[in-house]
């Protein structure tokens, strides 16, 4: 019987080694306006607030954080759903901020959304052909013909078969998985370079959850995918991601690769995450007195210095409480923005 680890290895080795920079996220700025009375600003959220990092093509990272760091807002600015206060996004050479029109529209073409509840994101009053139908339309695919052609192979892809039992099947009369797999096939209708999948397993039973994260490991090989997976449940991260970022507060604190982050984690809002993963060895509940005190801080007045030392344990005062850290590498290829590992 294969163990987990030994399931975790086996993907990992099937990842192909990353070629070139697809997406560059240089500097990013995302900050909400405060506004009294719909009018005169009074300060920001700083959702994220300078966060950088490249990904590869062919590659998958997992942004990993509590609710409130920032996580949804990156994801919204790398989709062009949201504008950079400040900061650069260029993907695969293109420049996100000086995008518009025509130009903006095939940037999300390439670009595929997986949303978190697959019940909410699709329309209950249109079946499953006129749901995978409409971004085609809407990409200006006009003969019936080839949309038919072409939803029948991403339903193949996403394993959804017979596909005549499904076509004209309404969102209410699948399951939850179902439901997924049909918001995974629509992501894959153009053929996209990227995939943005938040949270992709959340609200979908634990045996569920395996068959998907399969069925998109599949795809992302298969395609050759760069992948961005949001979650907030480092347990699930190992089968998927080749690196893990992990962010707090607006900032990504740590960034490592996969396997090391998990067995090596320097952070000590990484450990308490990790404290915090659910594990059904009774044995290791003791783990859970590991976990911080206190709530994440307000986003729009985020703590000086680094914005995890009011809950952390080891936090050293007059240099935590003051001067915000920056990236230390204390291994090759594994960053963590803490003090802990200053030179």
């Known amino acids: 019987m294969i163990t987990e680890l030994q399931e975790a290895k086996r993907m990992a080795m099937k990842i192909q080694d990353p070629v070139e920079t697809l997406l560059s996220i240089q500097d990013l700025h995302v900050w909400y306006e405060l506004r009294r009375f719909g009018f005169s600003v009074v300060g920001h959220v700083k959702a994220v607030d300078n966060v950088s990092f490249d990904l590869a093509e062919g590659e998958t990272v997992a942004v990993v954080g509590e609710s409130g760091c920032g996580k949804s807002s990156l994801m919204k600015t790398i989709?062009?759903?949201n504008n950079p206060t400040g900061g650069r996004v260029v993907?695969?050479?293109d420049d996100l901020s000086k995008l518009k029109g025509e130009g903006l529209r095939n940037y999300r073409f390439k670009i595929g959304y997986v949303q978190q509840d697959p019940y909410g994101a699709l329309p209950p009053f249109m079946n499953v052909q006129k749901i995978l139908e409409?971004?085609?339309i809407i990409s200006g695919m006009t003969d019936k013909t080839e949309r038919l052609s072409?939803?029948?192979k991403v339903m193949t892809e996403v394993k959804l078969h017979p596909i005549e039992d499904f076509l004209h099947k309404f969102p209410h009369m699948l399951s939850g998985g179902q439901q997924q797999r049909i918001v995974i096939a629509r992501a894959m209708l153009r053929e996209p370079k990227l995939i943005v999948a938040d949270e992709p397993v959340s609200m979908l039973d634990a045996s569920v959850r395996?068959?998907?994260l399969k069925l998109m490991r599949a795809l992302q090989e298969s395609h050759g995918l760069s992948v961005i997976y949001i979650t907030h449940d480092l347990s699930t991260v190992k089968y998927f991601s080749q690196r893990i970022f992990v962010m707090y507060a607006g900032n990504l604190i740590e960034?490592?690769?996969t396997r090391r982050l998990l067995q090596n984690p320097l952070h000590p809002y990484t450990h308490a995450l990790l404290a915090a993963t659910s594990?059904?060895?009774?044995a290791n509940a003791e783990s859970f007195k590991e976990v911080p005190p206190g709530e994440p801080p307000s986003l729009v007045n985020p703590p000086k210095g680094c914005r995890f030392h009011p809950r952390c344990s080891r936090a050293m005062v007059g240099l935590c409480d003051e001067k915000e850290p920056v990236d230390f590498e204390p291994e090759p290829g594994h960053l963590v923005a803490c003090w802990l590992y200053q030179p």
Do not use: S
């Open 79 to 81: 989709l062009g759903l």
């Open 91 to 93: 993907f695969d050479g």
């Open 134 to 136: 409409e971004p085609l």
């Open 150 to 152: 072409r939803i029948r």
């Open 210 to 212: 395996v068959e998907i």
């Open 255 to 257: 960034k490592a690769d």
């Open 279 to 282: 594990d059904p060895d009774a």
